[in-house]
């Protein structure tokens, strides 16, 4: 019984021992030890210099981090903390006569009962927002909301109230400027709009609906809108921050709660916001607010034309290519361009050497100048190209320069 079973262990004792013998003498036959690193891979040298691995590797990535709630800013109370004290809620009425009968207006009728009859008359009132931007109590808000009114109270978001004084409106830009008679007036930062870019947080700050003061956040989507047919000098900051009837007047700020703009409308189907919101920038505003309290009106250059876009069309048959400038269509009788002897019909290329690219920043470059200033102009008459000067007048209100086609 034991040779055969020697038979069948034998075997088995030898095979064990050569595995021992194996392993010691090549330990890598146990694949690499998981308390060391792994060895790079070889690699051979490529033609050029280039060392190129022998075998596939797994590509290096750059594994992004989780992300941490407290990387960004979670609140901008601060901000608001700073400006909205200077927001003001501004309410304003006026009283309009209303007869006892609509045919009361009718003077046949109003024979036979004479015109000492009493009319009852009745309030309209309309409420929007203001920022106070000065210790002297200078409060910034649009013309319209405070267009024909015959009282005009301002309420603080610390209680007081008070009636305001119309120190000067602009009508051209929208905006207005009032005066407040109160101690210890919270004053908002100004912000210089050159500096906003698009991506910036912002938010409006009014009194939208009347519900009382409220602050909506988003970004400033664009900036230097025009074209937009909501003023004569446009320039808009557009923004996303909820803006919406009652906000006008109001504040946009930026993170650090200073000013950026005066909140002026919104494009909207429905007439409440939808995302698309402009406001005047600082830079205009603090421009008009220093003329209306210097000068008591806003000092504008003026040509005393009027100038419509070129077409293509219009550019061809002037033979102007590519189109640039802006066709006189209109000349004011005793202004600045009629003096020079420009005329309807004059395609007017360059101003002061730059050439007019766009009929509205053109505008609003003149109005930059000051009367007075002699200003160079390039004007194509007839095909050829003309080369006059003229002195830059003041823009009058616009009853006081109609054109002469």
């Known amino acids: ?76 109370s601060e901000a608001v903390e700073k400006a909205a004290p200077a927001v003001v809620n501004i309410y304003s009425s006026r009283v309009v006569a209303r007869e006892d009968h609509p045919m009361m207006s009718d003077p046949f009728f109003r024979q036979f009962f004479g015109d000492d009859l009493p009319s009852q ?20 808000t649009n013309h319209h909301v405070i267009d024909g009114a015959d009282e005009i109270q301002v309420a603080l978001r610390d209680g007081r109230e008070t009636l305001a004084q119309v120190i000067g409106t602009d009508p051209e830009s929208d905006l207005a400027v009032l005066r407040i008679d109160l101690d210890d007036l919270p004053v908002i930062i100004l912000y210089d709009s050159q500096d906003v870019a698009v991506g910036d947080i ?16 988003g970004i400033i989507s664009a900036t230097g809108r025009t074209h937009l047919g909501l003023s004569a000098y446009e320039d808009f900051i557009q923004t996303d921050a909820a803006i919406n009837p009652g906000n006008s007047g109001g504040a946009l700020i930026n993170a650090e709660g200073a000013l950026v703009g005066i909140n002026t409308a919104i494009f909207s189907r429905s007439g409440g916001s939808q995302g698309v919101g402009f406001a005047i920038p600082t830079r205009l505003a603090h421009s008009i607010l220093d003329d209306l309290v210097t000068q008591g009106r806003v000092i504008r250059g003026w040509l005393g034309i009027e100038a419509q876009e070129i077409t293509p069309e219009l550019a061809a048959s002037f033979g102007l290519q590519p189109p640039r ?57 007839g095909g050829e190209k003309l080369s006059t000067e003229l002195e830059v007048g003041e823009r009058p209100p616009p009853q006081f320069r109609q054109p002469e086609r």
């Open 202 to 217: 912002a938010m409006a700050i009014g009194n939208p609906f009347g519900v009382g003061q409220t602050v909506t956040m």
């Open 325 to 381: 400038g802006v066709v006189i269509s209109g000349v004011v009788p005793e202004g600045p361009a009629a003096r020079a002897g420009l005329r309807p019909g004059d395609v007017l290329l360059e101003v002061d050497g730059r050439p007019i690219l766009d009929a509205r920043v053109a505008m609003s470059d003149i109005a930059a100048i000051q009367p007075g200033a002699t200003l160079p102009l390039t004007v194509v008459r």
């Open 121 to 140: 008359q009745r309030f309209l009132s309309s409420l929007g927002s203001g920022v106070i931007v000065s210790e002297d109590g200078y409060v910034l």
């Open 1 to 76: 019984m034991r040779r055969p079973l020697l038979a069948y262990v034998l075997p088995i004792l030898i095979g064990v021992l050569l595995a021992i013998v194996l392993l010691n003498t090549f330990p890598q036959l146990l694949g690499p030890s998981r308390s060391e690193p792994h060895a790079p891979t070889p690699t051979a040298e490529a033609p050029g210099g280039l060392e190129q691995p022998t075998s596939r590797a797994t590509p290096e990535v750059r594994q992004a981090q989780p992300l941490s709630r407290i990387q960004g800013p979670v609140s901008y």
